[in-house]
């Protein structure tokens, strides 16, 4: 009885989410995770929803224990690397794009941003190291 309920809190949350009324979405999903506090999905689409407000920290939160829960739950992964990349964590991003891929290497969708994050990774890595090869000094470009 208590799963059905938390079912019918992630559908309300879920209809929130296509309605683009993020806060709602949270509120039912946390209404979910109150009642069965051990399903990763629930965790991970509170994710989604706190990207989707620009939330990424409670996003990485919820995706990592999403993940905890279930650690072969690709999607987890996904919405993990969507909020490292979105606080210009690419590095970070890129390892949960990796572990995401490791159980599902068919997703189009993670492979892609994986190679946005590795393009990411690599000019902020060629941009703060040209910054730093001459210390900051006036007249050296």
């Not at 995401?100 to 190679?115: I, P, Q, Y």
Request: contains cysteine.
């Amino acid at each position: 009885a208590v799963e059905a309920k938390a079912d019918e809190y992630k559908a309300s949350g879920n209809d929130a989410i296509q309605k683009q009324d993020y806060d709602s979405a949270i509120r039912h999903y946390s209404n979910a995770i109150r009642l069965c506090p051990t399903n990763a999905v629930y965790y991970s689409n509170r994710a989604a929803a706190y990207s989707q407000l620009g939330n990424h920290l409670k996003a990485v939160e919820d995706a990592e224990k999403a993940i905890s829960i279930n650690p072969k739950y690709t999607r987890a992964y996904s919405r993990l690397g969507h909020a490292w990349f979105s606080l210009t964590e690419y590095g970070k991003a890129v390892d949960a794009y990796e572990k995401g891929l490791d159980l599902d290497s068919e997703n189009e969708t993670m492979k892609k941003a994986l190679e946005a994050a590795k393009k990411k990774l690599e000019s902020k890595h060629a941009g703060s190291g040209s910054q730093r090869g001459m210390g900051g000094m006036p007249g050296i470009p």
